[in-house]
């Protein structure tokens, strides 16, 4: 994770530091960045806005936010926050990130996304169901979803899981069930949640 453009994109970060001034842990403070989206809420407002890498350099473009007014405090807060978190800053990263005067915590994901799929070319038959869970050997179940009424892959799934996902490795169980509940295809593999969105390849059962 030595550059930027590494690691940022799908990962969320909370703001612990605005020119050395620590922010109340109980103030909303997460930035998200996605593609080559930002966005987030620190204080009152929501914002979005676009940002670029270039070099050791991120640079943050025009930023919209929301338009509601809350207590004193948390207005001060945001304005702070816009007023260092734009422009080009250079990062530095290590356990806490710093962009420019912003330092910033890695906030592990709670969710998963991801398809399923399988290599017969064949559509499923009505009523078919796709059952998704993310397993913890050490905590069991951390998040099923089930898809009634599949269609052929790829199907997408969107697991949020009941604690932070801050393991490397989870555990991807899948199967799909024709309308009488007969187990089609299944699988099981090993994912990394910050390698998103993942594929589950089913083999035929």
Same mark, same amino acid.
């Given at each position: 994770?030595?550059?930027?453009?590494?690691?940022?994109?799908?990962?969320?970060?909370?703001?612990?530091?605005?020119?050395?001034?620590?922010?109340? !842990?109980?103030?909303?403070?997460?930035?998200?960045? !996605?593609?080559?989206?930002?966005?987030?809420?620190?204080?009152? @407002?929501?914002? *979005? /806005?676009?940002?670029?890498?270039?070099? #050791?350099?991120?640079?943050? /473009?025009?930023?919209?936010?929301?338009?509601?007014?809350?207590?004193?405090?948390?207005?001060?807060?945001?304005?702070?926050?816009?007023?260092?978190? @734009?422009?080009?800053?250079?990062?530095?990263?290590?356990?806490?990130?710093?962009? /420019?005067?912003?330092?910033?915590?890695?906030?592990?994901? @709670?969710?998963?996304?991801?398809?399923?799929?399988?290599?017969?070319?064949?559509?499923?038959?009505?009523?078919?169901?796709?059952?998704?869970?993310?397993? #913890?050997? !050490?905590?069991?179940?951390?998040?099923?979803?089930?898809?009634?009424?599949?269609?052929?892959?790829?199907?997408?799934?969107?697991?949020?899981? !009941?604690?932070?996902?801050?393991?490397?490795?989870?555990?991807?169980?899948?199967?799909?069930? /024709?309308?009488?509940? #007969?187990?089609?295809?299944?699988?099981? *593999?090993?994912?990394?949640?910050?390698?998103?969105?993942?594929?589950?390849?089913?083999?035929?059962?």
């Amino acid at each position: 994770m030595d550059r930027p453009g590494d690691f940022l994109d799908g990962t969320t970060w909370g703001v612990v530091r605005i020119g050395g001034r620590e922010v109340p !842990s109980d103030a909303p403070r997460r930035v998200e960045f !996605s593609g080559s989206r930002v966005s987030g809420r620190v204080g009152v @407002n929501r914002f *979005t /806005g676009e940002y670029t890498i270039e070099g #050791d350099t991120v640079v943050i /473009g025009t930023v919209a936010r929301t338009l509601m007014a809350g207590p004193p405090e948390m207005m001060e807060l945001e304005d702070r926050f816009h007023s260092a978190f @734009n422009g080009s800053m250079p990062v530095a990263v290590g356990e806490i990130m710093l962009l /420019g005067d912003v330092e910033l915590s890695y906030v592990a994901p @709670n969710r998963l996304r991801g398809t399923v799929w399988y290599r017969e070319r064949m559509a499923l038959p009505p009523r078919s169901t796709v059952v998704v869970e993310l397993y #913890d050997l !050490s905590s069991g179940v951390l998040a099923t979803q089930t898809i009634g009424d599949a269609l052929s892959p790829p199907i997408e799934f969107d697991l949020e899981a !009941s604690q932070p996902l801050e393991q490397r490795t989870y555990t991807i169980r899948a199967r799909i069930e /024709g309308p009488e509940g #007969d187990l089609m295809w299944a699988a099981e *593999t090993r994912i990394d949640p910050e390698q998103q969105p993942v594929e589950v390849m089913l083999v035929r059962v």
